[in-house]
């Protein structure tokens, strides 16, 4: 009998952490290696409160434990919020979405960005990226939080300077001990020491971001087909079955949730 590919498995929580009062981080151990591409899904529920789609903060090698950072706003992360050190969840086997096109990114400058949670999926990203520095040219990552206390996963920041990966932080509403640009992270576009032509984009954050900053990268040479952005805060059953996230013809689940801005654009998902 061949595999089911959407039974899942159980995954059990061997660490958590709480940077905010309504932001936690959970270390899930499974049960069997998930094979996880750059730029797809995970879906992990809890028996009689649901499954919900997440992107990973840790690298896609890392097969046998994932890591996923949420905010605590609906139904199911209100009760993932009260997990324990050795409760079990679900995670299904098979990963949501299609992957970015990363073998066509190596060799290539890149920019992450990011926006408040938004940091989860582009984290493992970056984890990715860090762990295979040289094969890549320049690399930023761009985050923009709403204060100082949203700025999330400050160690991993610092190592992923290590690494020579240019940080870049900006804050809306900062107090005066902010460091980084204050504003939005739009302002350090113009000066990115970047080849135009080889290059990528990566965005995850809230969707009215999204079109700001293309605008800006479009001022310095930049295709609509080179930036990359997510939208995933659309998918829900993960599955193409609950016609949620539909868009025109397309499943945001299943042929995204990353997607070129031209693409986005033509579908009227942004």
Same mark, same amino acid.
């Given at each position: &009998?061949?595999?089911?590919? @959407?039974?899942?498995?159980? *995954?059990?929580?061997?660490? +958590?952490?709480?940077?905010?009062?309504?932001?936690?981080?959970?270390?899930?151990?499974?049960?069997?290696?998930?094979?996880?591409?750059?730029?797809?899904?995970?879906?992990?529920?809890?028996?009689?409160?649901?499954?919900?789609?997440?992107?990973?903060?840790?690298?896609?090698?890392?097969?046998?434990?994932?890591?996923?950072?949420?905010?605590?706003?609906?139904?199911?992360?209100?009760?993932?919020?009260?997990?324990?050190?050795?409760?079990?969840?679900?995670?299904?086997?098979?990963?949501?979405?299609?992957?970015?096109? #990363?073998?066509?990114?190596?060799?290539?400058?890149?920019?992450?960005?990011?926006? *408040?949670?938004?940091?989860?999926?582009?984290?493992?990203?970056?984890?990715?990226? %860090? %762990?295979?520095?040289?094969?890549?040219?320049?690399?930023?990552?761009? @985050?923009?939080?709403?204060?100082?206390?949203?700025?999330?996963?400050?160690?991993?920041?610092?190592? #992923?300077?290590?690494?020579?990966?240019?940080?870049?932080?900006?804050?809306?509403?900062?107090?005066?001990? #902010?460091?980084?640009?204050?504003?939005?992270?739009?302002? @350090? +576009?113009?000066?990115?020491? +970047?080849?135009?032509?080889?290059?990528?984009?990566? &965005?995850?954050?809230?969707? /009215? &971001?999204?079109? /700001?900053? %293309?605008?800006?990268?479009?001022?310095?040479?930049?295709?609509?087909?080179?930036?990359?952005?997510?939208?995933?805060?659309?998918?829900?059953?993960?599955?193409?079955?609950?016609?949620?996230?539909?868009?025109?013809?397309? @499943?945001?689940?299943?042929?995204?949730?990353?997607?070129?801005?031209?693409? %986005?654009?033509? &579908?009227?998902?942004?």
């Amino acid at each position: &009998m061949a595999e089911n590919l @959407y039974l899942p498995q159980i *995954g059990k929580i061997s660490k +958590i952490e709480q940077p905010t009062k309504d932001i936690k981080i959970i270390n899930i151990r499974l049960s069997s290696p998930l094979f996880i591409k750059p730029g797809q899904f995970v879906l992990v529920g809890l028996p009689g409160y649901g499954e919900a789609t997440f992107g990973l903060v840790s690298p896609t090698f890392r097969r046998k434990e994932i890591t996923i950072l949420f905010r605590k706003v609906g139904f199911l992360t209100n009760k993932l919020f009260e997990v324990e050190r050795g409760d079990k969840v679900t995670v299904r086997s098979r990963p949501i979405g299609k992957p970015l096109p #990363w073998p066509e990114m190596i060799g290539s400058d890149l920019v992450l960005v990011a926006g *408040g949670t938004g940091i989860a999926p582009i984290a493992g990203l970056a984890d990715e990226i %860090a %762990a295979s520095r040289k094969k890549f040219g320049q690399v930023y990552f761009l @985050y923009g939080v709403a204060c100082p206390e949203d700025l999330l996963l400050q160690e991993k920041l610092k190592y #992923w300077e290590k690494k020579k990966i240019k940080i870049k932080l900006a804050c809306e509403k900062p107090d005066k001990d #902010w460091q980084g640009e204050r504003g939005f992270v739009t302002s @350090y +576009i113009p000066n990115l020491e +970047i080849n135009p032509k080889k290059i990528f984009v990566l &965005m995850v954050g809230p969707q /009215p &971001m999204y079109e /700001p900053i %293309a605008k800006e990268f479009k001022k310095i040479g930049l295709t609509q087909s080179q930036i990359y952005i997510s939208l995933e805060r659309r998918l829900r059953c993960g599955l193409g079955k609950c016609q949620h996230c539909t868009c025109n013809s397309h @499943y945001l689940c299943l042929d995204g949730p990353f997607f070129t801005f031209d693409i %986005a654009k033509k &579908m009227g998902a942004i």
